[in-house]
């Protein structure tokens, strides 16, 4: 592979030597401005020894991502080995479910890239145009590795000019049906929000239809297609509200993710604007509330968090006595700790016991701002 030599500051160095695998715009030197996005740059120290690897992105705030920490450049057999090691470490979940995470970006080594997989279907994303190459690549080792039947690309990040999910292998596909422990699931892997459906709640909805729900009611706020309201249909929910501003979400739930309709209740609204109208005697046993990121930006975080915290407020006294609430946030613009504090203030007036569940293993987090989902669970 073909790299250019880049000189990189002290303080990129020290960023480096930490493990980091993002180097910022504002690190960088005018030097920079001959490369194109996509360019392998070595990384040299002050004494020109090389300490890493790599791609160029020029209109990006993270200008360069580590692909490779180290003297020796990344060959294929290198990519391979590491996708081995990806791999491996998902052996478990396939016994569980056929829906899966091959691949988690910068967390397992591989920046910018995320590769889903349901059934033998992958779907590719890539975050940014200079890992593109990156991306495809790996796609087709994963196709052949899983003996992938099709194999999507979608790429956020030119999502709006070019809008559509592209195949890379196979046929159009569209609805993956998938099995989740007790779970069966159908994901639209062209349409869905993400690659189709939110995999990294899948410890979410585990946990939930591991729990006695016998005869209780739940509100599913922010529920897209009611995947965490079928795991509380499972543990025994007899009344289930899945509230969603999504009408194609709300329809996949009722169409997929119900073993008794009856149960059910489906709500198209503006949850901000609905939890204001909900008359006081609503009561549930559970109350679920996983809204949006709402923080592209780091300056709109402040915004995040009182948004957060009026919804958790207005919700609570809907919570009957000895029910359970649970929160997420799914974004590492709001660390673990900043979030845990606004959720505790919101709620601890009158909620003490909390749990928060850890990432499964195909959403490893390998550096701090992998740590992006956070999921606590309140007890009454
Ligand atoms: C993080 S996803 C929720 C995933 C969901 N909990 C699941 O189990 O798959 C956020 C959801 O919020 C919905 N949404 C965004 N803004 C909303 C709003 N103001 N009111 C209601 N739903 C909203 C989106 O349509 C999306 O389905």
Not at 38 to 65: C, H
Not at 125 to 152: C, F, I, M, N, W
Not at 221 to 228: D, M
């Amino acid at each position: 592979m073909k790299t250019r030599r880049y000189q990189v500051k002290k303080e990129v160095e020290t960023i480096l030597k930490q493990g980091h695998p993002w180097i910022f715009k504002s690190h960088l030197s005018s030097a920079t401005n001959v490369f194109k996005t996509g360019d392998l740059l070595s990384l040299v120290n002050a004494a020109n020894e090389i300490v890493a690897y790599g791609f160029f992105e020029k209109d990006s705030l993270i200008a360069i991502r580590v692909i490779k920490f180290g003297k020796t450049p990344p060959d294929i057999k290198w990519f391979k080995a590491k996708l081995t090691q990806c791999l491996s470490k998902r052996e478990n979940i396939k016994n569980f479910t056929e829906g899966y995470r091959a691949i988690h970006g910068e967390n397992d080594g591989f920046p910018g890239v995320v590769f889903d997989v349901y059934n033998k279907t992958g779907v590719l994303q890539t975050y940014v145009p200079s890992v593109d190459p990156l991306g495809r690549y790996l796609a087709s080792v994963l196709r052949k590795e899983l003996h992938l039947e099709t194999v999507l690309w979608k790429s956020p990040s030119r999502r709006k000019k070019e809008g559509v999910t592209r195949i890379l292998y196979g046929k159009e596909t569209k609805l993956q049906k998938i099995r989740e422990g007790k779970l069966k699931i159908s994901v639209d892997v062209g349409e869905g929000q993400k690659s189709g459906t939110f995999l990294d709640l899948r410890g979410l909805r585990k946990f939930i239809s591991l729990q006695n729900l016998k005869g209780k009611r739940v509100l599913n706020l922010f529920s897209y297609t009611g995947t965490l309201g079928l795991a509380a249909e499972v543990a025994g929910a007899s009344e289930i509200w899945n509230v969603d501003i999504s009408k194609g979400a709300l329809k996949s739930s009722e169409d997929y993710h119900s073993l008794d309709k009856k149960k059910y209740r489906y709500i198209a609204a503006d949850v901000f604007k609905w939890i204001e109208s909900l008359p006081p005697f609503e009561k549930y046993d559970v109350i679920i509330v996983d809204p949006p990121s709402m923080a592209s930006e780091v300056k709109q975080v402040p915004v995040a968090l009182k948004a957060y915290s009026r919804i958790y407020k207005r919700v609570l006294p809907h919570l009957k006595p000895n029910g359970m609430m649970i929160v997420c946030c799914c974004t590492s613009r709001i660390g673990r700790k900043q979030f845990t504090e606004v959720a505790k203030k919101s709620l601890s007036y009158s909620l003490s016991k909390i749990k928060s569940l850890a990432p499964e293993d195909d959403h490893p987090v390998g550096f701090p701002q992998g740590d992006y989902l956070k999921i606590l669970v309140f007890n009454k």
